[in-house]
């Protein structure tokens, strides 16, 4: 496995670990031994997540997306390309998406208190 295969946006299927066999996509490149990949959850079951390189198979297909793009980024992109379709993948309900993107702004709101926190705890100190 080469990294300059992997490039951002590149979709790729799982073959290690409880994920294997599911499809992910590459949204960020760490170094050369690891990526971060995402299904994104609602749409493939791959949660958003480091990966060794190592246990990804790159496919033909690719999405146009940024750096550590969002979920729904992602999703949207995967309904440009018209991948869910022909993947025979799932597409959520709006309900379903509704649910899991609002989680993902919790977890991004609770992160932000949390530097607060350490950021005052220093300046404490």
């Known amino acids: 496995m080469h990294v ?3 490039e ?3 979709l790729c299927v799982k073959t290690a670990g409880r994920e294997a066999g599911r499809y992910c ?3 960020k490149l760490i170094d050369n ?3 971060l990949v995402t299904g994104p959850k609602v749409l493939t079951g791959v949660k958003r997540r480091k990966c060794n390189v190592e246990h990804l198979e790159p496919t033909q297909y690719s999405l146009k997306i940024k750096e550590d793009a969002s979920e729904k ?3 949207e992109a995967y309904e440009k390309a018209g991948l869910i379709a022909k ?4 597409k959520p309900s709006p309900g379903e998406l509704k649910e ?3 989680e993902e702004k919790e977890k991004k709101e609770e992160k932000k208190v949390k530097k ?3 950021t005052k705890k220093k300046k404490a100190d």
């Open 116 to 118: 607060e926190k350490t």
């Open 100 to 102: 899991a993107l609002g």
């Open 4 to 6: 300059a295969t992997l």
């Open 25 to 27: 996509v590459v949204v």
């Open 87 to 90: 993947l025979n993948l799932k």
């Open 33 to 35: 031994n690891f990526v």
């Open 73 to 75: 980024e992602v999703l």
């Open 8 to 10: 951002v946006g590149r």
